[in-house]
């Protein structure tokens, strides 16, 4: 082919792709221009009225129209103080309108359970809460609905000082005055009393998931952190702690089981039983509490300020000034449950909202504990909660789509 057609030939081509590219664009923003005239509209129009509607985390008018992208799965929430939070997820078409109505329930008050309660405990295993009656002197289980509580022991037990549940709650650690032995619920009986006493005193213990135990002696000056199974008649001695802070110090486990914790009111030490070596974080204080994946854990700083911790990425998020752990706990990964001295508190840390529960029945929340979250057959969320001898329940979650 000749060189000037071969330029002729080029030239067109060059003309072709440009009339194609402009041919293009203008296609390509006229579907633009359809689709942005055709956004879907979303519109909420709650019930309370003065609840705080977000989209995608930003705030919203109730009643008013807000245009969004199609074809997207796009976060609603909807939540006022005292009523349960909304949380829906939506994708509409283009040009589609939606317009939604949810009616949010109100918090309940906390039911009361019982009136001489002694050292209770939580398990997700059909939404059980035990404890010890101090007025019948047996252990107890009831449902977090709030049924009939049931005797899982004989009456007429001698009362013990402190209560330390197993997993399962199949067994417990009782301590009376230094005297400790584990209580077997299947077997009515005591074990192993004469095998398992401790010299001076047991401070705290913690059983980990498997039922192994962790428990805090002093003899003399020193703290030893043991690990044994159920009869404690060989016990492996772990490590020997500096008994400065003994008669102040808390004993707990990740729920992975993979560290072991022992805190006081100046220091947090760590022991990964894969290392053997304390990890020592002196910028927190104790008691912890972890979360149920252990990736995180509640601690106080030096200050006396409470704060969420993430193990991993070794960061810290605020969640309550001048409080205590016992009164903060997770609820799930992204919500924690805290009382304050006039307040008991929802907080959800991803997008830092806030609901606060009616405490008419509470007369003093500055002696409320948080004993543990617990959760149903049907998905439902109940926070135990414990002032003095009084036990509580408070319902802390229902379904959206039952709203």
Do not use: C
């Not at 939070?85 to 317009?99: E, I, N, R």
């Not at 100046?266 to 008691?287: C, D, N, S, V, Y």
């Not at 193990?311 to 009382?339: G, Y």
């Amino acid at each position: 082919m000749p060189e000037h057609e071969i330029k002729h030939l080029k030239k067109q081509t060059r003309r072709l792709a440009f009339y194609f590219g402009i041919g293009l664009g203008i296609f390509a923003g006229i579907i633009l221009m359809t689709l942005a005239l055709l956004r879907p509209t979303i519109e909420v129009q709650p019930t309370p009225t003065g609840a705080l509607i977000t989209v995608n985390g930003k705030a919203m008018n109730a009643g008013q129209g807000v245009r969004i992208l199609p074809f997207i799965r796009h976060t609603l929430t909807a939540s006022a103080p005292g009523f349960f939070p909304y949380d829906k997820k939506v994708s509409l078409l283009p040009g589609q309108k939606m317009v939604l109505k949810p009616a949010l329930a109100q918090y309940p008050e906390p039911i009361k359970l019982s009136s001489s309660a002694l050292g209770a405990s939580v398990s997700n295993m059909g939404g059980n809460i035990f404890y010890f009656n101090e007025s019948s002197r047996a252990f107890e289980r009831i449902r977090a609905g709030g049924a009939t509580s049931e005797a899982i022991s004989p009456a007429g037990l001698e009362k013990p000082s402190q209560v330390y549940w197993n997993t399962d709650h199949s067994l417990a650690l009782i301590n009376r005055s230094g005297n400790a032995s584990v209580y077997d619920f299947h077997r009515y009986d005591l074990l192993n009393q004469e095998q398992y006493k401790v010299a001076e005193q047991i401070i705290d213990a913690a059983w980990s998931v498997s039922n192994q135990i962790a428990a805090l002696q002093i003899q003399g000056e020193e703290v030893r952190l043991v690990r044994s199974g159920v009869n404690f008649s060989n016990p492996q001695i772990l490590t020997v702690v500096d008994g400065a802070d003994a008669r102040e110090s808390t004993v707990s486990w990740s729920p992975d089981e993979t560290v072991i914790t022992v805190t006081s009111p100046k220091r947090i030490r760590l022991f990964p039983l894969a290392t053997h070596e304390w990890i020592e974080l002196t910028q927190f204080k104790g008691p912890i509490r972890f979360s149920k994946d252990g990736e995180h854990f509640l601690a106080q700083t030096q200050e006396g300020d409470v704060v969420a911790y993430d193990r991993a990425r070794q960061i810290t998020t605020p969640i309550a000034p001048r409080n205590n752990v016992s009164r903060v706990v997770f609820i799930d990964r992204a919500r924690v449950l805290l009382a304050t001295d006039t307040e008991l508190v929802e907080r959800d840390l991803s997008n830092n909202t806030r609901s606060v529960f009616p405490v008419r029945m509470l007369t003093d929340l500055r002696t409320v504990e948080i004993v543990g979250i617990v959760q149903d057959q049907s998905a439902n969320q109940y926070a135990a909660l414990q002032s003095g001898a009084d036990l509580y329940v408070l319902a802390l979650k229902k379904d959206a789509d039952a709203q």
